[in-house]
């Protein structure tokens, strides 16, 4: 798809300010490795030969049972003896000497006769977020051989929290800024461009329905409702729309008696074509100027949330969590400085993105 004249030279800006542009490069590489989290860190093999079939456990349910064993439940690959069911093909012998057979399977032969052998393949952390990993010592555990970030108080993977985590963080914080921007940019310029009682009224609106306080709302619903990704989703955008209308209703209180709108409501032109689609461009800067507060607002809201105990539920990787963790464990520096760093890079990143994006739709900045 060609892009249009204006778009090229706000493209143009924007590749121009390197801090932005370097930063959209790095925030796109790590959010694309977090989408492929599993592959990168899990419990489960990525792919497995057992005998003459290749199976793909990291996507697909097998049993214990498809392996050669007893039972119907999955197989739990980090046994010693499920090791050995697929790389000796499924011999009873397994459960009798488990890391023998293993060993001798390696020249394809066990008790003198030719085994087909199998073989995994494992995701670099060997560790999903929620596994409880069989370390020695005390829970948190420091960084170690396979926990390169530690462990934290329950014995799960620290690096694996934290992939999952942020890749569930940025997801949480695009969902909500996009639904809120769309809700709030609707709302300020209904206000904006037909004013007077429209105006009055919802600036009333607005004033009782900022002065709710939020967080009895989502501890009144959670205790109702149970804690969920999505119930929290739509409480923070419920709470979050407000943030956009002041300023868009502002740029449209200021341009809606301007030349070329009164022009175009003298050419029969409707009002939402008007508004949306010759009023909202000029607009835009002044909206995008918010954009950085309300995404790193967002992340910031889901990580106080996690921390008070009001988030998501226990069984979600939550960073917030992870920082609850840091403060009732200062005897485990690793998790309190794993969690700064987290939060560092990643609301660095995204507010130098949009402070880019600002400046490129704003004609007066150049880049040299």
């Not at 009682?197 to 609106?205: G, K």
């Not at 939020?214 to 419920?238: D, P, Q």
Request: proline residues 5%.
């Amino acid at each position: 798809m060609r892009l249009s004249p204006l778009n090229q030279r706000r493209w143009r800006n924007f590749r121009r300010n390197g801090r932005a542009y370097w930063s959209l490069i790095i925030f796109v590489v790590l959010f694309g490795i977090s989408l492929f989290a599993e592959f990168l860190a899990n419990d489960k093999p990525i792919v497995v030969k057992y005998q003459d079939d290749i199976r793909w456990p990291i996507l697909q349910f097998y049993s214990e049972a498809s392996y050669g064993g007893d039972f119907k439940t999955e197989a739990i690959y980090k046994y010693v003896e499920t090791e050995c069911l697929i790389v000796s093909g499924g011999l009873d012998t397994c459960w009798d000497d488990p890391e023998g057979v293993i060993e001798d399977a390696q020249d394809g032969v066990v008790d003198g006769e030719e085994i087909q052998k199998g073989w995994t393949i494992w995701p670099p952390i060997r560790h999903s977020f929620s596994s409880i990993s069989d370390v020695r010592g005390v829970a948190p555990g420091p960084p170690q051989p396979g926990h390169i970030l530690g462990t934290d108080d329950t014995k799960r993977d620290v690096a694996a929290r934290i992939i999952y985590g942020f890749r569930l963080s940025i997801f949480f914080a695009l969902i909500v800024t996009v639904a809120t921007s769309i809700v709030g940019i609707a709302a300020g310029a209904v206000q904006g461009y037909f004013g007077g009682r429209t105006d009055l009224i919802f600036q009333r609106i607005l004033e009782i329905w900022s002065s709710t306080p939020s967080l009895y709302v989502i501890i009144i619903l959670f205790a109702i409702l149970g804690r969920s990704f999505w119930l929290l989703v739509f409480i923070t955008i419920l709470f979050g729309w407000p943030a956009l209308v002041g300023v868009v209703r502002a740029e449209f209180l200021r341009a809606r008696n301007f030349e070329y709108v009164r022009a175009a409501k003298a050419l029969g032109v409707s009002n939402r074509v008007i508004m949306f689609r010759h009023m909202l461009p000029n607009a835009m800067v002044a909206t995008l100027t918010i954009l950085p507060f309300i995404i790193t607002g967002t992340i910031g809201t889901l990580a106080s949330l996690d921390f008070l105990g009001y988030g998501l539920p226990s069984s979600y990787p939550s960073l917030g969590e992870l920082t609850l963790q840091a403060k009732q464990n200062l005897q485990a520096p690793w998790l309190a400085f794993t969690a700064f760093f987290t939060y560092a890079i990643m609301l660095s990143l995204l507010v130098f993105i949009f402070e880019g994006v600002r400046d490129a739709f704003d004609p007066r900045k150049t880049f040299q």
